[in-house]
């Protein structure tokens, strides 16, 4: 049987329409992050984006071992003291920088240590 599939109907404005034109405007020669900053369009520390992939794999593997070892996000927060929220959201990419001290307690919950090594960059790709 096949999935119909239903898209609601957005209702615009004409004050969403022209805020929407204008935000296109705006963007349309594809600025970079400096020049977004330097014009107040984005604010705090951009985190590149080898970083942000980097960081999403480690989060994924920590929700894989900490589901294989039939711990709950209850289990986890009582271990390390964080938050169940915190750590939801942690896992689920809604924390965007976390700093290494909440991933770090995330891991000892879980029974695991970080072991840390250098690669040439060559050897990465």
Known sequence: ?????IQKKIEWTP???ARHREIR???????RIEELVA????KGQPVPLGVHVSLRLILQTLRKVREQAGLSLADVSQ???MDKAML??????HVLNPGLETILRYVGALGKDVEWR???AAQKK
Do not use: C, Q, T, W
């Open 1 to 5: 049987m096949p999935i119909k599939r």
């Open 15 to 17: 004050e969403d329409r």
């Open 25 to 31: 405007e705006k963007f349309k020669d594809e600025p």
């Open 39 to 42: 014009a107040g369009e984005l």
């Open 79 to 81: 271990r390390s003291g």
């Open 88 to 93: 939801s959201r942690l896992e689920n990419g």
């Open 118 to 120: 250098l690669v040439d």
